[in-house]
């Protein structure tokens, strides 16, 4: 595999933040494409999810972004809210050894005032959905005259989703000469369609399209009562964490209750949650306070979560493509994972995709820990304070530890958004450090806590 020191003209300081975030060498997708990127070549790429592709777009967009114009050059368009702030993440990782460059997404969820006043300071790079950036073009919040790139990611998903029309007319406010990047898991004829219309003579790119079996172990048990064979699974596979898709929130919220009346800890996430509670159920499944995440397809694509262990579909899916995506977050970056499907007699037609290729299991054959539970030793701290008051992580750790005399080995993962800041606690110590800190400053002011 290349190294990103073949990138052209890469900075010592870029290649140092990036070994400083665990990336030494590029995967097949960024070796492909960020060169061809950088020299202003348009792109249509498939590549799954998890094969690197933020990188591939998002290190050619900090590196060629002028710092000094503080008018948006880079826009990239996410079909969700989740996978929108997954992006800005790592960006902002990359972008950490530029000076005075600004990541802003825009989705729904969020105030439009606020997002509006945030574009009239100045921002670099944007990130957000079609319809929130559709709604600020159409209260010229928002200018695109300056865009240098426009980046379209999980283009599939966002056709799919019916947003066509919204993405061609959001293209026809850029100027004319710009470079569009087309990422797509699948290549069905609407997308076609779309890059016939955007895209100027692209390089077309196609890498890590199929699934790999060895990666990814795909079960499928039969059963006439799904809940009581869900125990049962958990029970007998026993994984550190598990990611269970529903295909309705009614059946999501439903689930969620059960599981947590049989001890185990879980956390759901549909679309009728607001964005703050989505981010806190994503957070707190990564951070491993909670061990099962109960979803509907609103997480199947931009839920970028390592070592998840197990995928449920506790429901079948409609289509091949959704289950495809669903199973796609295990077995991601290389590790193995397994993805088990229930059905029931009924369901034989409708799943004939997946009994082709999945090894069909069999109840009896399961060891069953009948006293085992997913349970956390982590309990989620939040803190009413994020970036907007520059909290940062080493200003949270040495409290916790120096002030307070916390273990660090007691600390999990700090997740600091704008203005929240989450930190998954032993939950041993969960109590003694919400208390020290109704006394206890960090940087010199309290901040109001609470255990999420």
């Known amino acids: 595999m290349a190294t990103f020191n073949t990138i052209t003209d890469i900075s010592p300081e870029l290649l140092e933040v990036l070994t400083d975030n665990g990336f030494k060498t590029m995967s097949e997708i960024q070796e492909k494409s960020i060169n061809d990127i950088l020299e202003g070549r348009d792109v249509l790429a498939q590549s799954k999810t998890g094969s690197g592709k933020t990188l591939a777009f998002g290190i050619p967009a ?15 368009i996410t079909p969700t809210r989740e996978l929108a702030d997954q992006i800005a993440v790592e960006l902002r990782k990359v972008a950490s050894y530029k000076a005075n460059l600004k990541i802003l997404t825009l989705y729904g969820g969020v105030p439009l005032r606020a997002q509006a ?56 406010n850029m100027p004319r000469g710009k470079q569009t990047l087309l990422f797509s898991a699948t290549f069905p004829e609407n997308i076609e369609k779309l890059a016939k219309a955007l895209l100027n003579q692209p390089l077309t790119i196609k890498v890590d399209t199929i699934l790999e079996s060895t990666k990814i172990n795909e079960i499928v048990y039969e059963t ?22 529903c295909n309705t929130k009614v059946q999501v919220i439903s689930l969620t209750q059960s599981l947590l009346k049989s001890g185990h800890a879980t956390i759901d996430i549909h679309g009728d949650l607001d964005q703050r509670d989505r981010n806190e159920s994503v957070i707190a499944f990564s951070n491993g306070s909670k061990r099962i995440l109960v979803a509907t397809d609103v997480a199947s694509r931009g839920l970028d979560i390592k070592d998840i262990s197990l995928v449920i ?13 669903r199973i796609g977050r295990t077995g991601r970056a290389g590790a193995t994972g397994t993805a088990i499907s229930l059905f029931s007699p009924k369901d034989s037609e409708k799943c004939s995709y997946v ?3 999945a090894k069909k299991g069999q109840m009896k054959e399961l060891r069953v820990d009948a006293k085992f539970k997913m349970i956390s030793d982590y309990d989620t701290l939040c803190l009413h304070g994020g970036k907007k008051t520059k909290l ?60 999420l």
């Open 392 to 451: 940062r992580a080493g200003d949270i750790l040495g409290t916790l530890c120096k002030e307070i005399g916390i273990d660090n080995t007691m600390i999990g993962k700090i997740n600091i958004t704008e203005t929240k800041s989450y930190i998954a606690l032993h939950h041993t110590v969960a109590d003694k450090v919400l208390n020290a800190l109704k006394k206890v400053k960090i940087k010199k002011k309290k901040y109001m806590a609470w255990i």
């Open 224 to 245: 006439s009562d799904k809940e009581k064979t869900l125990e049962t699974l958990i029970k007998a596979y026993k994984p550190e964490s598990l990611l269970i898709f």
């Open 355 to 357: 009994l082709k290729k």
């Open 313 to 325: 579909n506790y429901d079948l899916p409609f289509e091949q493509e959704v289950y495809t995506h």
């Open 117 to 172: 006043e945030s574009i009239a300071k100045g921002a670099h790079i944007l990130i957000g959905t079609p319809g929130r950036i559709q709604d600020h073009l159409a209260k010229e919040t928002l200018v695109l005259d300056s865009i240098k790139t426009l980046v379209l990611d999980e283009a599939d998903r966002m056709l799919d989703m019916g947003f066509y029309d919204e993405i061609v007319k959001i293209g026809s």
């Open 62 to 76: 900090v590196m060629s972004t002028n710092t000094n114009n503080f008018k948006p050059q880079t826009i990239i």
